[in-house]
Every structure is written in structure tokens, then in C-alpha cells.
Nanobody, 123 residues
Framework: QVQLVESGGGLVQPGGSLTLSCVASGSISIVETMGWYRQAPGKQRELVAEVTVGGDWLYGDSVKGRFILSRDNMKNTVTLQMNSLKPEDTAVYYC?????????????????WGQGTQVTVSS
């Protein structure tokens, strides 16, 4: 069973920075995508940043130029550096991964989500 373990988050003042990390652990063949989504109260979950196995980097429009996603393929880890944070960045941030995991003599593709970590930007 694969798990996504998130760390980071918390309370920060506007203009400040935070770092979120996510590690995928368990039996994994290939990590196809890995990244972060967020959901604010009363809003739909939205893309923050995601990287694909092919090297495509995707960012939500509202975070471009402020957030930076990095990855460590050997450790199945992604790190989200969030800079110039705004009150509207307040949300629960979820790590997500689409990956292939071994099942007997074959593999299957599954999507996993982390438990979520709260980010609050407030003075």
C-alpha cells in the first residue's frame, strides 16, 4: 500500500514563505505525476503545482512566479517552496500522485492523495 506523507504548513504572515514536502512510500514501480492541490473553504480543489514523469511542470495561474515545485525522483519526493504568500493562499494543501504499483506479476495505475496540511496566511 502506497502512502503520501506530507510535512510543512502552518501559519505565516502575508509576504512570508513556507515549504511543503511530500514523500511517496510503499511499493512503487513508476511515479507518473506528483504535486500539490489545494482547497479553500467553499471552493473547489485546484491545482497548485505538479510535475510529470516526462518532465512537464504545471502551475496554477494564481501561484506562477511565487511558488516553486522541485522533485527528487530517487526519493519519490516533491517539495513546494511558497513565497510571497497572500491571504488568498489560505487553504488545505493536498499532495497527489498518479503512479504505477506492482500487483503480483503485473502493475496497476492508481491515484493517491495525502491527508492534507493547513496553510494559513494572516497577519
Amino acid at each position: 500500500q502506497v502512502q503520501l506523507v506530507e510535512s510543512g504548513g502552518g501559519l505565516v504572515q502575508p509576504g512570508g514563505s513556507l515549504t511543503l514536502s511530500c514523500v511517496a512510500s510503499g511499493s512503487i514501480s513508476i511515479v507518473e505525476t506528483m504535486g500539490w492541490y489545494r482547497q479553500a473553504p467553499g471552493k473547489q480543489r485546484e491545482l497548485v503545482a505538479e510535475v510529470t514523469v516526462g518532465g512537464d511542470w504545471l502551475y496554477g495561474d494564481s501561484v506562477k512566479g511565487r511558488f516553486i515545485l522541485s522533485r527528487d525522483n530517487m526519493k519519490n519526493t516533491v517539495t513546494l517552496q511558497m513565497n510571497s504568500l497572500k491571504p488568498e493562499d489560505t487553504a488545505v494543501y493536498y499532495c497527489k500522485s498518479d503512479l504505477w504499483e506492482p500487483v503480483g506479476s503485473t502493475v496497476r495505475r492508481r491515484q493517491y492523495w495525502g491527508q492534507g496540511t493547513q496553510v494559513t496566511v494572516s497577519s
